[in-house]
């Protein structure tokens, strides 16, 4: 292709939009549409139809590296696999880092708008570890979810997504109605009535409790078993587990224009969609489940080259891909509580410590041998965990930062560990009067995800971390069970969830101050 010969020296970002620009005007006067899905193609056609879908793939790209670097780098590092399997009516996404896209459906009933807002909802997928995360969850109403949540975040950030997808209103609500018509469409049995749910700063673990509690499973379970029995075929079979809850993605349920799963969620044992082109390398799956680790790196590699590409000026928005890079948009203010006055009262104990010199001379002309009792500065070796799971955002990120600068600025001679957690304990960082290491602090990945407070109890003792003091940055969600209580006194800095603090729960292990955020 003659546009390629001058492209040798440029990055891989730069030629996808180098290309990009060359051909835009080219593809606008040449665009393909697929035919229906239940006609019969030749295979000349078959090859235009995939042809054409490649080439709305590389303009979509080239978008996503205009405006949202983030997922730009995030993207490259997956595999994108046209196909005309019946099994991936529309979309699909593994832990293998392998995004499926049905042909038919990727040129028929997405927008390039939509294409793009797809493509970063299925990233997300893979960086919110959410193949991970289901644990024991059942797999369709987990994925429910899981949707709702990353889509709710992708829609704050201005992103189009189909209409066929699960969404949130403007205000962060899932209506009653919406939620109603999704259970009917799936046969579902439910034990009570369906109400509006608020997400706003909501996990997807917190919803799926949600969703579960208007589910009566058993009926539900009995109702497809007896469907099956009868011949019938359910409007959702799954994988023919009951508790599949359904085949996710449903053409049916697309084209009725209900609300439905817009993607599938391939289980580690599920049947992977067979690619259009086996004899095309690049479009051939990934087979080994991507760790945890490998993940992380990607996602660090993305906020890094977000962050290059930001402070090169090069990308319109102005940003990193959203709230999806936030470590750069730390904003710092004027700390709401006094930490001298709070932590003096708080670990009065360990701020003045007191140490025994030689004996004194009066002592032993008393008859007595007793050493003299001399007092010294103390050291505050304090334990902070931070809260970084889904239902934190930039905003409380920054509150938190800035109290706890204040804490180190109001003892000199603090020691604070800092820990990251979600529903894993993922990161540490020493921060010290030694090492005021102020930027690794305000420039840490925070990952999102679920939520498990008890990681951060197995990890102190697993490490056998030592403190005065333990001070928690979360939004009082927090596991009502023993493993909760330290060995040491707690100290819960609240963030207010949906307009009010929930400190009903931790209130009973330790001492609480609120923040306005």
């Known amino acids: 292709m003659a546009i390629l010969t001058h492209l040798d020296s440029l990055s891989l970002a730069e030629r996808y939009y180098k290309i990009y620009e060359e051909i835009e005007p080219m593809l606008t006067h040449a665009k393909v549409t697929a035919p229906s899905s239940d006609r019969v193609m030749s295979g000349e056609e078959a090859a235009k139809q995939l042809e054409a879908l490649r080439t709305k793939w590389l303009r979509c790209k080239a978008i996503i590296y205009n405006e949202y670097p983030f997922f730009f780098k995030f993207l490259t590092?997956?595999?994108?696999?046209?196909?005309?399997?019946?099994?991936?009516?529309?979309?699909?996404?593994?832990?293998?880092?392998?995004?499926y896209c049905n042909i038919s459906f990727g040129l028929n009933q997405l927008t390039e708008d939509e294409?793009?807002?797809?493509?970063?909802?299925?990233?997300?997928?893979?960086?919110?570890?959410?193949?991970?995360?289901?644990?024991?969850?059942?797999?369709?109403?987990?994925?429910?979810?899981t949707d709702y949540i990353m889509n709710r975040d992708l829609q704050a950030d201005g992103v189009k997504l189909p209409s066929i997808g699960l969404l949130c209103d403007s205000n962060g609500i899932i209506p009653a109605k919406q939620l109603k018509q999704l259970f009917e469409s799936r046969g579902i049995v439910l034990k009570k009535p369906v109400t509006d749910i608020d997400i706003n700063k909501r996990s997807c673990e917190w919803?799926?409790?949600?969703?579960?509690?208007?589910?009566?499973?058993?009926?539900?379970?009995?109702?497809?078993?007896?469907?099956?029995?009868?011949?019938?075929?359910?409007?959702?079979?799954?994988?023919?587990?009951?508790?599949?809850?359904?085949?996710?993605?449903?053409?049916?349920?697309?084209?009725?224009?209900k609300p439905g799963t817009l993607d599938k969620h391939l289980e580690e044992t599920s049947e992977s969609p067979s690619p259009a082109d086996p004899n095309n390398p690049d479009e051939q799956p990934n087979t080994e489940i991507k760790s945890s680790g490998q993940t992380k790196t990607e996602i660090n590699d993305a906020d890094t080259y977000a962050k290059g590409r930001e402070r090169e000026g090069q990308d319109a928005r102005g940003g990193g891909g959203g709230q999806y890079s936030r470590s750069n948009v730390i904003e710092f203010h004027r700390p709401q509580v006094n930490w001298r006055r709070v932590l003096k009262e708080f670990v009065v104990k360990t701020v003045t410590d007191y140490s025994f010199a030689r004996p004194s001379k009066r002592s032993i002309g008393a008859g007595y041998y007793g050493a003299s009792k001399?007092?010294?500065?103390?050291?505050?070796?304090?334990?902070?965990?931070?809260?970084?799971?889904?239902?934190?955002?930039?905003?409380?990120?920054?509150?938190?930062?800035?109290?706890?600068?204040?804490?180190?600025?109001?003892?000199?001679?603090?020691?604070?560990?800092?820990?990251?957690?979600?529903?894993?304990?993922?990161?540490?960082?020493?921060?010290?009067?030694?090492?005021?290491?102020?930027?690794?602090?305000?420039?840490?990945?925070?990952i999102g995800g679920g939520n498990q407070s008890s990681c951060i109890k197995r990890y102190i003792d697993k490490k056998h971390i030592k403190a005065s003091a333990i001070v928690h940055f979360c939004d009082g969600d927090f596991e009502d069970n023993m493993s909760s209580k330290f060995n040491c006194p707690s100290l819960f800095v609240l963030i207010p969830m949906g307009g009010e603090y929930r400190d009903d729960i931790v209130k009973k292990y330790g001492k609480v101050v609120r923040l306005k955020v």
């Open 374 to 446: 001399v007092k010294q500065p103390g050291g505050l070796d304090i334990v902070a965990t931070i809260d970084t799971s889904g239902s934190i955002d930039k905003k409380d990120y920054s509150a938190f930062v800035t109290e706890l600068m204040a804490i180190a600025d109001s003892y000199p001679q603090v020691q604070i560990k800092i820990l990251y957690w979600n529903e894993t304990l993922y990161k540490e960082i020493d921060y010290s009067s030694v090492k005021r290491n102020k930027s690794e602090v305000i420039n840490a990945q925070l």
């Open 115 to 145: 294409f793009v807002g797809v493509l970063m909802h299925e990233c997300l997928h893979i960086m919110n570890f959410t193949f991970d995360r289901k644990g024991d969850r059942i797999h369709e109403y987990w994925n429910w979810a």
């Open 77 to 99: 590092q997956q595999k994108f696999i046209p196909t005309w399997a019946p099994s991936c009516p529309t979309m699909a996404v593994d832990a293998k880092g392998n995004i």
């Open 207 to 257: 919803l799926y409790d949600q969703i579960m509690d208007f589910i009566d499973i058993n009926k539900t379970n009995q109702k497809k078993k007896e469907e099956q029995k009868g011949g019938q075929k359910a409007e959702d079979q799954g994988d023919g587990d009951p508790n599949s809850g359904g085949n996710e993605g449903d053409a049916g349920t697309i084209a009725s224009g």
